[in-house]
């Protein structure tokens, strides 16, 4: 009886690793077809603008590191395992088909775009409230420090300045 119990066990584990696995040359087709490789591109080349910008002090040698560190394709390679792991065998192969569509090609296209607005949306978003709350903040500080007649209290820290503006396309 134990022994009986113990192989089903074992086949159901063995059945539901096996459901783990999944196609890494499709889910490699998949992360291509995102242009995961070109975003990356286009992000390194908006850090080195931001780091010419920010911090004229950096040598050439270190573009050139920056460069050779940041592979696009190193990226897409830890990728692969990430939407190995979320997506089915069944579910990369339906979204490959959705991304052949034009629907899915549009979505490709716009994507980024999206991504770039939502962030600009969340970082005032999160700038308005942060100012918002370290405003009440210093308030309450200032009619407390008023009623104790303590003028010593340090003020709140500063609100931090937004990043720089990133450039889309």
Do not use: C
Request: aromatic share 8%.
């Amino acid at each position: 009886m134990k022994r009986t119990i113990f192989t089903l066990l074992f086949a159901a584990m063995a059945v539901g690793a096996k459901a783990q696995i999944t196609d890494t040359a499709k889910v490699r087709e998949l992360v291509d077809m995102l242009q995961g490789e070109k975003l990356m591109s286009n992000m390194v080349a908006m850090m080195e603008s931001e780091f010419r910008k920010n911090l004229p002090q950096l040598d050439s040698i270190f573009y050139v590191e920056l460069h050779q560190f940041a592979k696009p394709s190193d990226l897409t390679q830890m990728l692969v395992p990430i939407y190995a792991k979320y997506y089915s065998d069944a579910e990369i192969k339906q979204l490959i088909a959705l991304y052949k569509t034009p629907l899915g090609q549009k979505m490709i296209a716009i994507l980024p775009d999206i991504t770039m607005e939502s962030m600009k949306v969340g970082e005032a978003w999160g700038r308005n409230f942060a100012e918002t709350l370290f405003g009440r903040f210093q308030e309450r500080q200032e009619k407390l420090n008023a009623a104790s007649g303590d003028d010593d209290v340090p003020p709140p820290p500063p609100v931090p300045p937004p990043p720089p503006a990133k450039r889309g396309k």
